[in-house]
């Protein structure tokens, strides 16, 4: 039995005292459809929902993905059922609260003092967006500059709001040109620092950087959506410098359907300064009328918002609160995972790490005989396909592409024969990871022998 099927008496006994508080409003016709028939597309569901990978399991090693903790399940199913929009304070008002309370906790966190500004949004990509959007808003006439690591989103908003986006280029390890962007200065209005890339889990150097930006005049934006949580357990990250220098960003999102273990549709932004909310104002007719209290749409550029993950944030947080001994035990597992797993790595003789990991991501790939990066990325083509063959002794991994000169510059006994290289990548997000590292390594090197 997992914990799913044993928190399910928890949620029966929830949805049963839900059913008494909706009976005391008087009796009702059910609308719902014939119980046989949800039934048999249920089923269907399950069925259907079995193409899945494994994402619950240490040996799904790929991509940014797990299922959520269980009371987080519980506590979305549950307020599903009422279905809260927390636009405005008329549409849900105990979850409007508890996302209030969340964000508190999470901007405490991060070292934002009040008064401040921020709210949950449905994913990272809207978190960043409005970010962005108060980025323009502030310099209409500058640009919003990231570096070549960044996600694609940035660029990708900057084009939705049509403002000019300005990609500042990095060395072979991912540091920023800073003679670039002294040369662009005068152009940038605000500069995007991100904190755990998603691809190598590269912690960009937020400390420098604010110097640079504080001399120069230019707003901070931290995309921390990944690695945010990680300031939690900072003082053990060799990146530690850069974490304590969070509280001084403009803005910052971070994501807790990532490492706050919240199911998709959960993403946060916060603001510094609460002024910001002037470039949000705008009048509604119909929907601002029961409190004077703010009203999250009023701060919001989404409308209708999902109370739901607001309740399912809120109960993770009381049950592990965003300190080392909550969140963080957890936090310090994937960190000790992706760290066992390199240094295992580091002493086979039919693997190198192509970088240490600084959170919880690593990239490695086979040892070429020939030295050539086109054998380098069919080994790991052939590994990645071979893992995901075999059900019960494989592994998912995740495949990542770095150009030849990349490549060659960190380990120049290899041939540039093609363009770019095709390595792997594995994301050690879970922390069941740790226990199974030994076993993954034994299933990784059984497969390329």
């Not at 967006?129 to 908003?157: C, G, N, S, W």
């Not at 974490?243 to 403009?250: E, G, I, P, Q, Y």
């Not at 104002?281 to 739901?308: M, N, V």
């Not at 995740?398 to 594995?426: C, G, M, N, Q």
């Amino acid at each position: 039995m997992n914990w799913y099927t044993s928190y399910l008496p928890i949620l029966e006994k929830a949805l049963h005292k839900t059913d008494v508080w909706r009976s005391s409003f008087g009796d009702q016709q059910s609308s719902g459809s014939d119980s046989k028939k949800v039934e048999e597309v249920i089923n269907k569901l399950q069925q259907r929902l079995e193409g899945n990978y494994p994402f619950h399991h240490p040996q799904y090693a790929g991509q940014m993905l797990k299922p959520p903790h269980p009371a987080a399940w519980v506590a979305q199913s549950l307020a599903a059922t009422i279905n809260p929009n927390n636009h405005a304070l008329d549409g849900g008002p105990p979850t409007s609260e508890m996302e209030k309370e969340a964000v508190e906790m999470i901007a405490e966190m991060v070292g934002y003092k009040q008064p401040f500004l921020g709210h949950l949004t449905s994913a990272g990509t809207i978190a960043n967006l409005e970010a962005l959007f108060v980025a323009r808003e502030i310099h209409p006439d500058k640009k919003i500059a990231a570096t070549a690591q960044a996600l694609y989103t940035h660029r990708r908003m900057c084009h939705v709001l049509n403002t000019p986006f300005l990609e500042i280029p990095v060395d072979v390890f991912g540091n920023p040109d800073m003679d670039f962007l002294e040369k662009h200065k005068e152009d940038i209005g605000t500069l995007v620092v991100t904190m755990g890339t998603t691809g190598l889990g590269t912690v960009e150097p937020l400390s420098e950087l604010v110097m640079w930006a504080e001399i120069n005049n230019v707003r901070i934006h931290v995309d921390a959506a990944y690695g945010g949580f990680f300031k939690i357990i900072s003082d053990q990250l060799n990146s530690s410098i850069h974490w304590d220098a969070l509280s001084k960003a403009d803005s910052i999102v971070i994501d807790p359907h990532k490492h706050g273990l919240q199911p998709y549709g959960c993403g946060s932004i916060l603001f510094k300064d609460p002024a910001v909310g002037q470039y949000y104002k705008h009048d509604s007719p119909y929907t601002y009328f029961t409190s004077d209290d703010l009203h999250l749409g009023e701060i919001s550029l989404e409308c209708s918002r999902a109370g739901a993950s607001a309740a399912a944030l809120w109960v993770t947080l009381q049950l592990l609160p965003l300190k080392r001994e909550g969140l963080g035990e957890i936090l310090q597992k994937t960190i000790d995972a992706a760290n066992a797993f390199s240094i295992a790595m580091d002493k086979s003789e039919m693997f190198e790490v192509y970088q240490n990991p600084e959170l919880d991501i690593v990239a490695y790939f086979p040892v070429s005989k020939s030295s050539k990066i086109s054998e380098v990325s069919g080994l790991c083509r052939k590994l990645f396909k071979a893992g995901m063959e075999d059900k019960a002794g494989g592994f998912h991994l995740s495949l990542f592409k770095v150009s030849a000169k990349e490549f060659t510059s960190r380990f120049p006994d290899y041939k540039s024969d093609e363009d770019t290289v095709t390595i792997l990548r594995s994301v050690f997000m879970k922390p069941e990871h740790l226990d199974f590292i030994p076993e993954l390594v034994r299933r990784l090197h059984q497969k390329l022998d």
